[in-house]
């Protein structure tokens, strides 16, 4: 799924390791989202949400899946 985070990050001069630490995962798994390589669970995807505050939409759009 297409996301922004990599974009949102880069805004808050922040490493995947950062963001891993705000909403409690691996750098490796925040890399696996940013790269479309595993979509987020719901949860992970409201504790991105809340990082950035924003709402999921705005980070994610599932309308450009490669997999449809």
Do not use: C, Y
């Not at 750098?27 to 595993?38: F, G, Y």
């Amino acid at each position: 799924m297409k996301n922004r985070l990599r974009v949102l990050r880069a805004e808050r001069r922040w490493s995947q390791a950062d963001l891993g630490e705000h909403v409690g995962v691996s750098r490796q798994a925040i890399n696996a989202v940013e790269t479309s390589k595993h979509d987020p669970s719901l949860s992970l995807a409201f504790k991105l949400a809340e990082a950035f505050d924003l709402r999921i939409d705005d980070i994610f759009d599932p309308r450009d899946d490669p997999e449809d």
